[in-house]
């Protein structure tokens, strides 16, 4: 329903309420083109103001009879009619004034929801924004399209002077794949993130396994590691590759002593990436000293295979794998080489002992090549993986256990290849 009349506040409050299938009635008034009167089946009356743009009608909602009297509808109808003749999109200025006001912090919660949404870790997300509440929490609160290339960049050097080249780094990454996925969903933000702009520092993937010779050093200083539970989990990443994450949080419910596997559900890359493995049968010997052995340092060890105690008093997994001691100055000194180093020595074990790249890739839970038709037709037995483990395992305790002496072939570092 279309009519037209000169409107008044009693012509207003005559206009007719739609009837039977038709939802919203349309009025136009005769004194400014493009001024409308929209009535709800409720009767419902609200001003508008219309006019084709490049072929395509546009609208905007002026507001609600009788809050707006007509007078000052029809002055505000023909500033948006005059707007809307010189080619002004009403559509395209309100998304990006939205955009305009999309803040980093917003930009955070989006990212952090499109990866909850892709089923990331927690602990992925979490850190993402712990990083940038560190180091730009001074821009948690400003639009997200003031940020510009130069600060970007001055922040990227501040960040390296003061935390070093790889929280920098990642800084950075972080806030682009924040940009990125505002910018996804708001087309008025530039394609091109601010951080363009920065020089990222150049960092290599270290590669540090250690070496041959110095095993069996690294063996007796685990030995002596008073807390067993602490021992037992750094021969269980040695032996497994796994990463320290999966490590610490593996629980007994994941562990098939009758089939010797074992399930990690949550690895890098959250659920989808999911994976079932055997291990070695000293990996299951360790597990089940754990389970003895747990119950009574713990009492309840809560499922945990390698549990402590938290600052509240709760048993729960071990927080940090990584071995620290103190000099005389109470500084920390490396004890034990990172956990990621004994995820390098299984990989080198690995490929010393002739394991099949393939059959490696699955036991460190690394994603297949993608490139090749034949690869994708394969997958290895239980059975197959298990005699892989074994060989590792088999390859790294000969040299944890004995003198570097008994091992002449074994002259140290440069033997090997990072």
Same mark, same amino acid.
């Given at each position: 329903m ?13 206009a007719?309420?739609?009837?039977g299938s038709?939802?919203?009635a ?6 400014v083109?493009g001024?409308?009167?929209?009535v709800g ?7 508008i ?5 490049r072929? =395509?009608? =546009?609208?905007?909602? @002026? ?6 009297r007509?007078?000052?509808?029809r002055e505000w109808a023909r500033e948006?009619?005059?707007? !809307? ?7 395209e200025?309100?998304?990006a004034?939205?955009a305009?006001?999309v ?5 955070i919660? !989006?990212?952090a929801?499109? !990866?909850r949404a892709k ?7 979490s850190s993402? %924004?712990?990083?940038? +509440?560190?180091?730009?929490s001074?821009w $948690?609160?400003?639009?997200?399209a003031?940020l510009?290339?130069? #600060?970007c960049?001055e ?5 390296t ?7 920098a780094?990642r800084?950075m990454t972080? $806030?682009r ?7 996804r969903?708001?087309?008025? $933000?530039?394609?091109t ?7 990222f520092?150049?960092?290599r993937?270290?590669?540090e396994?250690?070496p041959?010779?110095e095993?069996?050093?690294?063996y007796?200083r685990?030995q ?7 021992r037992?989990l750094? @021969?269980f ?6 990463r320290?994450?999966d490590?610490?949080t593996?629980?007994?419910? &994941?562990v ?10 949550k690895p890098k890359? *959250? #659920?989808d990436?999911?994976f079932t493995v055997?291990v070695a049968? #000293?990996?299951l010997?360790? /597990?089940?000293? %754990?389970?003895?052995?747990? &119950?009574?340092?713990?009492g309840?060890d809560? *499922?945990?295979?390698?549990?402590s105690?938290?600052m509240a008093g =709760?048993?729960s ?5 990584k071995?620290q001691?103190y +000099?005389?100055?109470g500084?920390k000194?490396g004890?034990?080489p990172s956990?990621?180093r004994?995820?390098d020595?299984?990989?080198?074990? *690995?490929? #010393?002992?002739r394991?099949?790249?393939? +059959?490696?890739?699955? /036991? !460190?839970n690394?994603? $297949?090549?993608?490139?090749d038709v034949?690869? *994708?037709y394969i =997958?290895?037995?239980v059975?197959h993986l298990?005699e892989?483990?074994e /060989? ?5 305790l ?8 008994e091992?002449p072939g074994?002259?140290?570092e ?5």
């Amino acid at each position: 329903m279309q009519t037209r009349f000169k409107f008044t506040e009693a012509s207003v409050s005559r206009a007719a309420v739609p009837t039977g299938s038709k939802a919203t009635a349309f009025y136009w008034d005769t004194e400014v083109r493009g001024f409308g009167l929209r009535v709800g089946q409720t009767g419902a009356r609200s001003f508008i103001a219309q006019r084709d743009i490049r072929g =395509r009608t =546009r609208r905007v909602t @002026l507001g609600k009879w009788p809050t707006f009297r007509v007078a000052q509808a029809r002055e505000w109808a023909r500033e948006q009619v005059f707007k !809307m003749a010189c080619g002004e999109d009403p559509a395209e200025a309100r998304r990006a004034e939205e955009a305009r006001g999309v803040t980093l912090e917003d930009a955070i919660e !989006m990212h952090a929801s499109a !990866m909850r949404a892709k089923r990331c870790a927690p602990k992925s997300i979490s850190s993402i %924004r712990e990083e940038l +509440d560190r180091h730009v929490s001074d821009w $948690l609160a400003r639009p997200l399209a003031s940020l510009t290339r130069n #600060e970007c960049a001055e922040r990227h050097e501040r960040i390296t002077r003061e935390a070093g080249p790889y929280s920098a780094n990642r800084v950075m990454t972080s $806030l682009r794949a924040c940009y990125n996925t505002a910018a996804r969903r708001f087309e008025e $933000l530039a394609d091109t993130p601010p951080t363009v702009g920065v020089t990222f520092n150049k960092v290599r993937r270290r590669r540090e396994p250690i070496p041959w010779a110095e095993l069996a050093d690294w063996y007796e200083r685990v030995q002596s590691i008073g807390n067993p539970v602490r021992r037992d989990l750094q @021969l269980f990443i040695l032996l497994t590759g796994l990463r320290a994450t999966d490590a610490k949080t593996v629980r007994f419910e &994941h562990v098939n002593f009758e089939a010797g596997t074992l399930h990690r559900p949550k690895p890098k890359g *959250g #659920e989808d990436r999911a994976f079932t493995v055997p291990v070695a049968r #000293e990996v299951l010997d360790l /597990l089940r000293r %754990r389970r003895d052995e747990n &119950h009574v340092l713990y009492g309840d060890d809560r *499922g945990w295979a390698f549990p402590s105690t938290n600052m509240a008093g =709760r048993v729960s997994h071990i927080a940090q794998p990584k071995e620290q001691r103190y +000099d005389a100055e109470g500084r920390k000194v490396g004890y034990l080489p990172s956990p990621h180093r004994l995820r390098d020595t299984f990989a080198t074990a *690995g490929h #010393e002992a002739r394991v099949h790249p393939m +059959d490696l890739k699955i /036991l !460190m839970n690394h994603a $297949l090549p993608t490139g090749d038709v034949t690869s *994708g037709y394969i =997958r290895p037995s239980v059975e197959h993986l298990r005699e892989s483990a074994e /060989l590792i395992a088999a390859f790294l305790l000969t040299r944890a256990r004995k003198p570097s002496s008994e091992h002449p072939g074994d002259s140290g570092e440069s033997e090997q290849v990072a």
